[in-house]
């Protein structure tokens, strides 16, 4: 009984050597080197200062000058920015997921409805251009990724709120534009963290 135990205790500190601490310091010294961005957070900066991960989308709101019933500040879209999905977690990691309506809730068919109206009255179109990126959360309530037709249909906007010509801003939405993953997986998307960087 005690060659048996003395043999499992030699194989756990084994294991824990190898598994525990010598194969996650490989794991992280490979992702250091082959993806040194990614293992640190695919942080963006702007004037060397980190100002975003490419990964979580962010509000790009300011103050309506409104309060709400509870007396906290009514938020707005930025027009000098593009903006994100709809997001059911307020872009909070911590809160990270969708809203769990169905499609046939009415709540939600009200808050797709109310989201239709505000964008086509920030851009200036009728409701029936408004893609469904833009009043439909993501699942995670955390994606920095829109698709193109809604960018397109920002870009106008953008321009005149920045004073900068059409053709600079669709040249910025160019340059982060990506296209499938593999050349056939998923969708085209423009990731508007990295985009609001290079416009700031």
């Known amino acids: ?17 190898l598994l525990g601490l010598a194969y996650p310091l490989v794991m992280t010294g490979a992702s250091q ?5 990614n293992a640190n957070g695919s942080m963006i900066t702007v004037n060397g200062k980190e100002v975003a991960s490419d990964l979580i989308g ?4 300011m103050d309506s000058g409104k309060k709400d019933d509870k007396g ?27 809203s769990q309506y169905g499609p046939n809730n009415a709540d939600l068919l009200q808050l797709v409805n109310d989201r239709r109206q505000e964008v086509a009255t920030l851009e200036g179109v009728a409701p029936s251009q408004v893609p469904p990126d833009a009043v439909t959360a ?37 340059k982060n534009t990506h296209g499938r993953v593999l050349g056939f997986l998923g969708e085209p998307y423009v990731n508007v963290v990295a985009l609001n960087a290079a416009l700031a």
């Not at 005690?2 to 084994?14: C, E, I, K, N, S």
């Not at 080197?33 to 961005?37: I, P, S």
């Open 33 to 37: 080197v082959l993806f040194h961005g």
């Open 72 to 98: 906290d500040a009514i938020m707005v879209a930025d027009p000098k920015w593009f903006q994100t999905r709809p997001s059911a977690a307020s872009y909070d990691g911590k809160a990270s997921g969708g």
């Open 138 to 174: 993501s699942g995670s309530g955390l994606d920095p990724a829109i698709s193109p037709a809604y960018a397109a249909l920002q870009i106008n906007r953008v321009a005149r709120e920045r004073g900068l010509s059409v053709a600079q801003v669709t040249q910025l939405v160019k």
């Open 1 to 17: 009984m005690m060659r048996q135990f003395g043999t499992a205790l030699r194989a756990l500190l084994v294991f824990t050597v």
């Open 58 to 61: 962010q509000s790009y709101t």
